[in-house]
């Protein structure tokens, strides 16, 4: 699905969009500290349940700083990366729908708007509910994300999903017994924190026979 031809690594543009490098300086106990830090975009994801089917919606795509992250891991330099011996397919991630916040709109609709986009159900803000909030990257970011629940049925349906624009994402249909066992298993699918802590939390609070 990934269908990834080439990869290379270039210098940050200062005018990213999605990244700013920053040093903030700080006094600690008397202290002059610094902090290399990155200013990236707030985000939603979102806990999607088909209730119709009694599946968990979760989407798939090639996340370039997952490929980048297990290339350096490994190999503790990203240059000259080959592709056979490192298929892009390796950078490929299983997550929670999700999306940065990157709008003048509430963040409810932002979520709502990503799981219409990625997962093609066109639901009304009314039915999804606040979960959490927590900060991501403590040593890198700190940036916030809203977790979302929301139930959909299959009548909710009204696109394929996917993404927009050239965005190329699978929308994956997990039954509740894959979904736990993707809990025990950890990130097996290059699953991020949030979609791990995401299904823990469903399956603690709304799966059937959860207590309330
Ligand atoms: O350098 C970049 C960064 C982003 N994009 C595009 O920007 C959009 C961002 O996608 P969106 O779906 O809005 O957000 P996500 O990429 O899903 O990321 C959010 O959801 C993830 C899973 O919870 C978190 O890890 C991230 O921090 C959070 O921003 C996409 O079109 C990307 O293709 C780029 O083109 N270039």
Redesign the pocket.
């Known amino acids: 699905m990934e269908n990834v031809s080439k990869i290379w690594l270039g210098p940050l543009p200062q005018d990213?969009p999605?990244?700013k490098p920053f040093r903030l300086y700080y006094v600690q106990n008397g202290v002059e500290k610094n902090w290399d830090l990155l200013k990236?975009?707030d985000?939603v994801?979102i806990i999607l349940y088909n209730t119709s089917r009694q599946k968990l919606v979760l989407v798939r795509q090639f996340r370039p700083a997952v490929y980048h992250g297990i290339i350096s891991s490994a190999k503790g330099t990203f240059d000259e990366v080959d592709l056979k011996e490192f298929p892009p397919a390796i950078g490929v991630t299983l997550?929670?729908c999700?999306?940065?916040v990157?709008k003048n709109k509430s963040w409810v609709e932002i979520a709502r708007e990503?799981v219409v986009e990625?997962c093609g159900y066109d639901v009304p803000v009314e039915r999804i509910e606040e979960v959490m909030v927590y900060r991501?990257g403590v040593g890198s970011s700190g940036?916030k994300?809203t977790m979302y629940y929301c139930e959909v049925t299959d009548a909710d349906k009204a696109t394929g999903g996917g993404?927009v624009?050239d965005?190329i994402i699978e929308v994956v249909e997990l039954s509740l017994e894959e979904a736990k066992r993707m809990i025990q298993q950890g990130a097996v699918n290059n699953s991020?924190p949030?979609?791990l802590m995401g299904l823990m939390w469903f399956f603690a609070n709304r799966a059937p026979g959860a207590k309330a």
């Open positions: 990213s999605y990244v990236v975009h985000s994801a997550e929670l999700a999306g940065i990157d990503e990625e991501s940036a994300q993404g624009d965005e991020p949030s979609c």
